[in-house]
């Protein structure tokens, strides 16, 4: 059975940082497209970041130069580290697993992604 598990989201003050950890187990996805997505009150989920296979990454225009998103392959992990967090960044952000394998560029399209963590929140104060 494929689990993804978030963690590392919580309370900071803009401006802070924070750390997102997505483990993955059931199987591996060394392969696979892996994403970041949020979702906040009211809104549509959107995407944030993602990476494929071969570390080519892609950024939401609203994160660029803020977040940083990275894999381990041998902890079947993948990590969004958010600096220069904003009040606008408060959502529950979501890992993700790509269906496709060994894709030339990640997808930032949900319809991209099979399988799906919990989320975790993450609150920005002002």
């Known amino acids: 059975q494929v689990q993804l598990v978030e963690s590392g989201g919580g309370l900071v003050q803009a401006g802070g940082s924070l750390r997102l950890s997505c483990a993955a187990s059931?199987?591996?996805?060394?392969?696979?497209?892996m994403g970041w997505f949020r979702q906040a009150p009211g809104k549509e989920r959107e995407f944030v970041a993602a990476?494929?296979?071969?570390?080519?990454?892609d950024y939401a225009d609203s994160v660029k130069g803020r977040f940083t998103i990275s894999r381990d392959n041998v902890k079947n992990t993948v990590y969004l580290q958010m600096d220069s967090l904003k009040p606008e960044d408060a959502a529950v952000y979501y890992c993700?697993?790509?269906?496709?394998?060994?894709?030339?560029?990640?997808?930032?399209?949900?319809?991209?992604?099979?399988?799906w963590g919990q989320g975790t929140q993450v609150t920005v104060s002002s």
């Open positions: 990476i494929n296979w071969n570390d080519n990454t």
């Open positions: 059931g199987r591996t996805f060394s392969s696979s497209d």
């Open positions: 993700a697993a790509g269906r496709i394998r060994m894709s030339p560029r990640p997808s930032t399209d949900p319809v991209g992604y099979a399988y």
